[in-house]
């Protein structure tokens, strides 16, 4: 758990590829249904993946959050995840920033007004924070191991069962299952609609 509160490799990968990216084509970088070429066929995979990994990981951060306490393993995924999000919509903003004089230059081929201006640098904070966000769902699964024991040690009844495989294993199994399986679903939606966008 020690690593995930290290933004890491792959973090930093993927905020040089933003950067490189919305330098030369602004416009793809406020709505990937515009990329054109052979990198049209990958983007509502792209999405889709990002859309899944996003979601599980803000779902096991608010289960953790909800019946986690105050576990030394939860306090470091959220952390994570907050380190995350706040380098995503710093990113976000910055690129937002970057990327608005384009968009509302006459040369840049799209005429936008001041709120649209104002609308892109929006979503591409939200697109970038839930991207970065992403980037931490490796550590997922012990932080809900540990709250899955910190929940059985608050009933009363069950405490005596906290330290059995089948709170420590099973049930952060079953649950980071169901969890995964349900932003399964929401990628496989995600990725049918930006499809239906590009074609």
């Excluded at 995924?77 to 970057?98: E, K, Q, S, Y």
Aim: proline letters at 6%; glycine letters at 8%.
């Amino acid at each position: 758990m020690e690593r995930a509160t290290n933004p890491g490799l792959p973090t930093y990968v993927l905020a040089f590829a933003v950067l490189l990216n919305a330098l030369p084509w602004p416009r793809a970088v406020v709505d990937p249904t515009s990329v054109g070429g052979p990198a049209r066929q990958v983007i509502p995979w792209v999405v889709a993946g990002f859309a899944f990994l996003a979601c599980s990981t803000l779902t096991v951060t608010a289960y953790c959050l909800l019946i986690g306490g105050s576990s030394e393993a939860n306090k470091k995924f959220v952390g994570a995840v907050l380190n995350r999000a706040g380098i995503g919509a710093a990113l976000g903003a910055l690129v937002g920033l970057r990327v608005a004089p384009a968009l509302l230059g006459a040369g840049a081929g799209h005429s936008a007004s001041f709120t649209d201006c104002l609308s892109d640098i929006g979503n591409i904070v939200t697109m970038l924070t839930l991207m970065f966000v992403a980037t931490a769902w490796p550590y997922s699964f012990g932080p809900v191991a540990e709250a899955a024991v910190t929940a059985t040690q608050r009933v009363t009844w069950l405490a005596r069962y906290s330290d059995h495989a089948a709170v420590r294993r099973l049930i952060p199994t079953v649950l980071l299952l169901a969890v995964n399986y349900v932003s399964f679903l929401l990628a496989q939606t995600v990725y049918f609609e930006v499809a239906a966008l590009m074609n």
